[in-house]
Nanobody
Framework: QVHLVESGGGLVQPGGSLRLSCVAS????????MNWYRQAPGKQRELVAA???????RYEDSVKGRFTISRDNAKNAVYLQMNNLKPEDTAVYYC???????????????WGQGTQVTVSS
């Protein structure tokens, strides 16, 4: 079984920065898509950023130019560098990885437990 552990959330003033990390552990043969989602109170969970296993990225429009997603395949890790944070970025952030545990096993969806990001003065 694969377990994702997130870290890096917290309270930051507007204009500040945070870096979220998400590391997978367990029986891992390969990982595919790695994404970050967020869910603000009273809103649906939304995709913030995504990265393929070859490094192609895409972002939700409101974070383009401020957030950067990256991955380290050797560490089974995905990161989200968040700069120029705004109050509307306040949410619980969840990481997501598509993980195959063996060569002949299809990948499964794995989710982190969520980490709170609060942007406030």
């Amino acid at each position: 079984q694969v377990h994702l552990v997130e870290s890096g959330g917290g309270l930051v003033q507007p204009g500040g920065s945070l870096r979220l990390s998400c590391v997978a552990s367990g029986k891992i043969f390969n990982t595919y898509m790695m994404n970050w989602y967020r869910q603000a109170p009273g809103k649906q969970r939304e995709l913030v950023a995504a990265i393929t296993n070859s490094g192609h990225t895409r972002y939700e429009d409101s974070v383009k130019g401020r957030f950067t997603i990256s991955r380290d395949n050797a560490k089974n890790a995905v990161y989200l560098q968040m700069n120029n944070l705004k109050p509307e970025d306040t949410a619980v952030y969840y990481c997501y990885q598509e993980v195959a545990s063996d060569a002949d096993v299809p990948w499964v969806e794995c989710w982190g437990q969520g980490t709170q990001v609060t942007v406030s003065s």
